[in-house]
């Protein structure tokens, strides 16, 4: 059954493991392998925009995942979607970037990404409770 708490642990594990694919990506192109970079990153597009999209389904449907919430947790997880939210937006701006060789526009939004990504994951991971 999906409940608020498994899917928020669900999620805070999603985020984990494509927090790792990025950082590999990261030191893919900075040790010079920029073919490699560019697989890891669609990788990590594909799965993340999967998991945000089976979320939102999820959510449509009528799950309700925050009914449990005491108010702190409520203000976590607003907190957690200000930087979940803009991740969102500049993650495809950063793929497409990539792939058209825009280096200038990748460059930037990879660093807006990784700053709103960093805060996805210290809120989303550190943050939300994911226990009834």
Known sequence: MFT??????????????????????LWAVATGRKKLHGRVNQLFFVLTMATVIGFELLLRFGTDVSSTFTDATRQALRVHLYFAIPSAVFLP???VS?????????????????????????TGVFFLPHDG
């Open 4 to 25: 608020g708490p498994n899917i928020i642990m669900t999620l805070k594990v999603l985020v984990s493991v494509v927090t790792a694919l990025l950082a590999f990506s």
């Open 98 to 122: 990539g792939m058209r060789k825009w280096k200038t526009v990748h460059l930037a939004a990879g660093v807006l990404f990784l700053v709103f990504w960093i805060g996805t994951f210290v």
């Open 93 to 95: 701006l950063m793929i």
